[in-house]
C-alpha cells in the first residue's frame, strides 16, 4: 500500500468521561471513498473534526497527506481539505457565487480566476450559471447543497469530508445528488471520507465501509463482503436490514 492520504494511528479523544472516540486506527489510499457508518454517538463525526484539524486528539496522532495534522495552522489544513455537512452552512447574505467564491478569495486568488472557478463550478455540480447572482434562499435544498459541494471544491481539494451531506433531502434529489456527487469523485480523482447512519447509502455510494461503535471500529471492508457476513451481531443486523427491506418491497410488487 502507498503512503496513506489520511491515516489516524491509535487516536483518542475524550470529552470528561466518555470516549468519543478510542484507539481509532484507519489508513485511506488515495482515490478511494469510504463510508464511516454508525449511530448517533458512535464517534464519525468526532474523527471527521480530528482529520480536518478543528478538534486535537488526546492520545494517537493524525497524519495528512504523510505529514501530522497538527503541524501548522489549523486555516491552512482546511484550506487542503473540502469538507460538505447536512446543513450546507451557506451564508444567507451572500449570492450563490459569493459563497463559493469564499475558498479562493482567501487563498489570494483574483477576481478574473475566481470568477472563472465559479462558472467552472457551477456546471461541475449541473447548476444553471443564473444560479450564481441568487441568494441561498432562493434555491431549493437540493441546489443549495450542491453548491456545498461547490464551495467544497472551489480551492482544488484532494480530499473531501463529507458529514451526512444527503441527509436532509427527499429520497429522490438524495439519490440523484448521491449519484452525482459520486460521478465527481471519479472525475476529480478525490479522497472520499463520507459519515452516514444510512446503510443504503454506505452499500450504493462506498468502496469500503467502517461500521463505528462508541468509538471503535466493530467492521472495516468492501461492501460485498460485509453482506456476505459478518461475525459481529451488531453489524449483521445491520447488514441484514436493507436485505429484509428489499425483500418486503419486492414482495409488494409480486403481489396480484
Do not use: C
Amino acid at each position: 500500500m502507498a503512503e496513506p492520504v489520511i491515516e489516524l494511528r491509535d487516536v483518542s479523544k475524550r470529552y470528561g468521561a466518555r470516549a468519543a472516540v478510542e484507539s481509532l486506527s484507519i489508513a485511506l489510499e488515495r482515490g478511494s471513498f469510504t463510508a464511516l457508518l454508525g449511530g448517533s454517538g458512535s464517534g464519525k463525526t468526532t474523527a471527521l473534526k480530528l482529520i480536518n484539524g478543528l478538534i486535537a486528539p488526546d492520545a494517537g496522532e493524525v497524519m495528512i497527506e504523510g505529514r501530522p495534522a497538527g503541524e501548522g495552522p489549523g486555516y491552512a489544513l482546511r484550506r487542503r481539505i473540502g469538507y460538505v455537512f447536512q446543513e450546507v452552512g451557506l451564508f444567507p447574505h451572500m449570492t450563490v457565487a459569493e459563497n463559493i467564491a469564499i475558498g479562493p478569495r482567501l487563498a489570494g486568488w483574483d477576481a478574473r480566476r475566481t470568477g472563472e472557478r465559479v462558472a467552472e463550478l457551477l456546471a461541475l455540480v449541473d447548476l444553471p450559471p443564473d444560479a450564481g447572482p441568487r441568494r441561498p434562499s432562493e434555491l431549493s435544498g437540493g441546489q443549495r447543497q450542491r453548491v456545498g459541494v461547490a464551495r467544497a471544491l472551489a480551492a482544488g481539494p484532494a480530499i473531501m469530508l463529507m458529514d451526512e451531506p444527503f441527509g436532509a433531502l427527499d429520497p429522490v434529489t438524495r439519490d440523484a445528488l448521491g449519484r452525482d456527487y459520486r460521478a465527481l469523485h471519479e472525475r476529480l480523482g478525490l479522497t472520499t471520507l463520507m459519515v452516514t447512519h444510512d446503510v443504503w447509502e454506505a452499500l450504493l455510494l462506498a468502496d469500503r465501509i467502517v461500521v463505528m461503535d462508541a468509538g471503535a471500529i466493530l467492521a472495516d471492508a468492501p461492501p460485498a463482503a460485509l453482506l456476505a457476513g459478518h461475525p459481529d451481531a451488531r453489524v449483521q443486523a445491520l447488514m441484514e436490514t436493507p436485505r429484509r427491506q428489499a425483500e418486503r418491497v419486492r414482495a409488494m410488487a409480486e403481489r396480484p
